[in-house]
Nanobody
Framework: QVQLVESGGGLVQAGGSLRLSCAAS????????MGWYRQAPGKQRELVAV???????TYATSVKGRFTISRDNAKNTAYLQMNSLKPEDTAVYYC???????????????WGQGTQVTVSS
């Protein structure tokens, strides 16, 4: 089993910055994908940013140029640096990983518990 633990959410004024972290622990052989999604009240969960073990990165159009996703493979940790935050960035942010628990195991999807990010105007 694999657990994802997020940290770094909070309340910030518009224009400010926050850095989210997501640490994976448990039976981990490799992590193919690390990413962040968010869900605002009354809205569907949406992709924010994702990065693969091959180095490719994808961002939602709404966060390009403001958010940066990174990963520390040695620590099994994903980060999301969020700059120039806007009130519309307010949401619960969820960490997402696709993990291999063994060399011949099928990839498994895991989600963090979510961390609240609130941006005041």
């Amino acid at each position: 089993q694999v657990q994802l633990v997020e940290s770094g959410g909070g309340l910030v004024q518009a224009g400010g910055s926050l850095r989210l972290s997501c640490a994976a622990s448990g039976s981990i052989f490799s992590i193919n994908v690390m990413g962040w999604y968010r869900q605002a009240p009354g809205k569907q969960r949406e992709l924010v940013a994702v990065t693969t073990s091959g180095g490719s990165t994808t961002y939602a159009t709404s966060v390009k140029g403001r958010f940066t996703i990174s990963r520390d493979n040695a620590k099994n940790t994903a980060y999301l640096q969020m700059n120039s935050l806007k009130p519309e960035d307010t949401a619960v942010y969820y960490c997402y990983m696709v993990v291999l628990t063994g060399p011949r195991m099928a990839p498994t999807h895991y989600w963090g518990q979510g961390t609240q990010v609130t941006v005041s105007s």
